[in-house]
């Protein structure tokens, strides 16, 4: 079975602070995406990495930045962690498409609260 | 943009009621996909089912059906007996053939009550 795993459930920050949130896949895949995901508005892409080193923004990358120097790990880094960053935070991998038909696997999600 | 629409936010039924998740898109591409996911309250999202746009065929598997109409731009998606622990938010999603962008609906929350 893939496996997503996110390093947190739970995550409480202060206003100001630089959070790291990590997500290590074990399937070899070439994709990952972070996503954020806010009552009444779904999943929204923030970043997605397409290969080491890669990244491409997604709608909503104001306030992020991402890391990923292995294949098997992407971080999302909040530079200075507002409160309107509170949401729950899913990362997501998937195989390089074929054919365009990208199944996408989820991590178990991190909600961050930032006070 | 291409929008995925569920209408639907939340829906509640009694255990063993048939139900039935909206899920309609907006489209300019000829090749596209659709999806189903699936998120529990453990938090992850679960993938379901992918159905391409060139394929209109229904689909059942077990008690699931879905019933993919591109006349009407929808993908619907059919619990039959509904179970309690059929109890989620479930997602439809589009993605354009050839990129990585997932279009995400923004969900319907299915309550199933004993």
């Known amino acids: 079975d893939v496996k997503v795993t996110q390093s947190s459930r739970y995550l409480v920050k202060r206003t100001g602070e630089k959070v790291f949130l990590e997500c290590v896949q074990d399937m070899d895949h070439e994709n990952m995406f972070w996503y954020r995901q806010d009552p009444g508005l779904g999943l929204r892409l923030i970043y997605f990495?397409?290969?080491?080193?890669?990244?491409e923004k997604g709608d909503i990358p104001e306030g992020y930045s991402v890391s990923r120097e292995k294949k098997e790990r992407f971080s999302l880094i909040l530079e200075s962690a507002s409160t309107n960053q509170t949401s729950m935070y899913l990362c997501?991998?998937?195989?390089?498409?074929?054919?365009?038909?990208?199944?996408?696997?989820f991590g178990a999600g991190t909600r961050l609260s930032v006070l | 943009a291409q929008k995925v629409t569920q209408a639907q936010t939340e829906i509640s039924v009694v255990e063993k009621e048939d139900v039935t998740l909206d899920c309609v898109y907006e489209t300019r591409d000829t090749t596209y996909y659709l999806f189903w996911y699936k998120q529990p309250p453990s938090g992850e999202l679960v993938f379901l089912i992918r159905?391409?746009?060139?394929?209109?065929q229904n689909e059942i598997s077990g008690r699931y059906s879905w019933n993919f109409q591109k006349s009407t731009s929808s993908f619907n998606f059919t619990i039959t007996a509904s179970q309690v622990v059929d109890s989620a938010v479930y997602f439809c999603?589009?993605?354009?053939?050839?990129?990585?962008?997932?279009?995400f609906g923004t969900g319907t929350r299915l309550k199933v009550l004993a």
């Open positions: 997501a991998s998937s195989p390089t498409p074929s054919g365009g038909t990208n199944i996408q696997y």
């Open positions: 159905r391409n746009s060139f394929d209109e």
């Open positions: 990495s397409y290969d080491v080193k890669m990244k």
């Open positions: 999603a589009r993605l354009t053939s050839g990129t990585y962008k997932y279009i």
